[in-house]
């Protein structure tokens, strides 16, 4: 806390509160060439890219295994994608010494949003088999199970946010792990699954939402088909950043709108908007 | 004396089977092409496989002087099958080859149905298989090949085949398995197939590969796959770059070093593909074929002069006075590389057609088209027509490639100029032919299904 209040106060925060220049953010993108597969990268294009049509200047800040742990806490808003198992290893290795700075930013509500491998890294441990466990950052109230026999969970997904503001219409994305999650006894969910396996297939629970924060499995890029949950976390990073609303100037979502129309019509989803589509038992 | 005869037994028994499964599909297959139902890639062999599930060793023991190659590879197996059975069957060594895309156990199954007789007997000299990445470790149960040609291992359909790790580990114990002084004939400048090379006992290992002043890039992308140590997982160091992980590498703390490997035997010759990525698939085929079959490369470049390019590779098309080109797009790394044929193309580009489905042999996960540079699409193309039944996440990704180019300003507009979506592919064609000039090239990069299609629509008439 002390740090960002001596933050605030140099010459350019400065000038920015008065206008001089434009609103700044930084998205702190953890890990780009080990925790990167299946397109993950576009999120980071589209926060960035959709932040500026907020008039926002907007940074991109590759966290990597050289960087110092001072730049996670710098970070406005944060992000990291999944990883193959070889990778994933490295990784974890690395942020155990960015643990403290992580942790500290997440429980101030910087937002951020981890996708499949980071989701899992997040949780407390991650089991292999009956005598594999890898310990996680226990960030996240939440652990995976990869019994290593079963059929991984593969295919798109659909999902209804349990976050107010994304209530408009269901999240939807690809999904692919052999990883079943687990939430612990408090922890809420991201969303509820219409289509699709979810954390584990089992429980209808998908990711895990926490201070702003989102763990998913969700791939496609998830952000590319999900513009409002884009603009939710810039809107998040604004708001802890600089104390007031970020009025969201709408956006051409017109290609976003006609791509998730022929997600819904496949899941048989009328027009994915809520209320339009019979709940499943359960929910 | 009784052992004897049941072995003699089961010989005639396994005999009168095969020549019964053989007959049985050959059968079916004709039947099939009468009636037009299909080419039979792959169903002949699946039937014999439900037949008999050894089908396959069971021929190849019968055909045991057949001499066997296989080639593996994310990229470029349809290619460099393709030149390797051409240069073969010119020097004298008659030579067939399965299926492009039917590259299955079921797919080496048709292949050998269709090229044996009667008897099952296979008068060809050598086969060349092309090997789906996942399919390697059946198929070498079944048949132990004299040579293996391994090309590269990139990121594609992850959704289908897992992670790129647990790929190289299955092969690992496939070239583990295979008779003592089989060639492996290896990308040295791809670290996990390198390293793979390094770890095989008792084979003949050889590495193709560019020299460096061949190699343009210098900077590793996000997305590629292996820029980490397959050995000890540092980060490797690359003094020259191919394209995403292909290069001159080391490793600053194990000393993994591919500098001295690799040989090019195509240096000097003309490539009669366009493309750096064919440089390799060249150089791999002249590799092999000298290591193997003792063909030079001064005899390789004679032979390949009236080589045409496989279906769907920088195929020419003539329909309605158009001169399409077709290019198989289908993961980040063969995309970038059309992309590569589209900006070195002399004339300009005005037309493109990009069509994404997510049929099963495309693989259901669309989010690879994130790791595709279409920025220099954008930059290079006057208009992009996106088809197909994923046509709008393309688009998507479009929108974002335009804002990278254009600028925040001219976003909007300039999105609306260069691209136009038609989800129906018919509808797109025609529509592209309204927009374009006679005798104007239109470029298409499709996936899979997409190009299957396309090239029934536009009837195979081919022009040079």
Known sequence: MEKNTKKNNNAYSILERHGFIKKHLIIGWLYPELMSTYGDQGNVRILRDRAEGREISAEVRIISLESPAKDIAEADLLFMGGAQDQ???????????????????????????????????????????????????????????NPGT???????????AEISELSGYPIIGFENHGGKTYLGASARPFGRVLKGFGNNGEDKAEGIFYKNNIGTYLHGPILSKNPELADWLIGKAYEVKYKEALPLVPLDDSFENKARAVLFKRANLKNGRQGEYVPLSGL | MKEANSDKTRHILDNLFLFFSIFLTKMAYMVSRFFGAGRGSTWPG???????????????????????????????????????????????????????????????????????????????????????????????????????????????????????????????????????????????????????????????VHYFGLPEKELPGKSVALEADSVFCPNCSARLHFSALAYSHIGIFDCPKCGLDNSRAVEDLSQGMENPLRGLFNRYNLSGAMLLAKTVFGIPPIKFARFLQDFEPSFGRQEKIKYQDRNFVLQLSKNPVGFNRALDLLEDSEQPVRNVLVILNDNIPDGRDVSWIWDVEFERLVGRAGRIWVSGLRAYDMAIRLKYAVRETAGREKWQNITEQKIAVRENIGAALSEIIKASEPEETIHVLPVYSAMLLLRKKLSGKTFK
């Open chain 2, 46 to 204: 699946e039937i014999a496989l439900r037949l008999r599930r050894d089908f396959v060793r069971k021929v190849a023991e019968k055909n045991a002087s057949l001499r066997i190659v296989l080639v593996v590879g994310t990229n470029g197996k349809t290619t460099s099958a393709k030149l390797l059975a051409h240069v073969l069957d010119k020097s004298g060594e008659s030579a067939f080859s399965n299926h492009s895309g039917a590259n299955l156990l079921n797919g080496v199954a048709s292949s050998l149905i269709k090229h044996s007789n009667w008897l099952g007997r296979i008068r060809k000299r050598v086969a060349i298989f092309e090997i789906d990445e996942n399919a390697l470790s059946q198929v070498a149960r079944q048949i132990k090949p004299e040579a293996i040609l391994v090309l590269n291992l990139f990121r594609d359909q992850l959704d289908r085949y897992g992670e790129i790790d647990a790929i190289t580990l299955r092969w690992k114990k496939v070239f583990s398995e295979l008779p003592a002084r089989s060639s492996l004939v290896l990308n040295g400048q791809d670290p996990a197939i390198f390293y793979l090379g390094q770890g095989a006992k008792n084979l003949s």
């Open chain 1, 87 to 145: 990778y994933q290893k490295i990784v974890s290795e690395d942020l155990r010494a960015k643990k403290n700075e992580l942790g500290e930013a997440i429980e101030r509500g910087v937002p951020g949003l981890y996708v499949c491998g980071a989701y899992q890294l997040l949780g407390k441990h991650y089991a292999i088999g009956a005598h594999t466990k890898i310990e996680g950052l226990g960030i996240f109230d939440c652990h995976t199970e």
């Open chain 1, 150 to 160: 079963g059929k991984r969970m593969i295919g798109n997904i659909a999902l209804q």
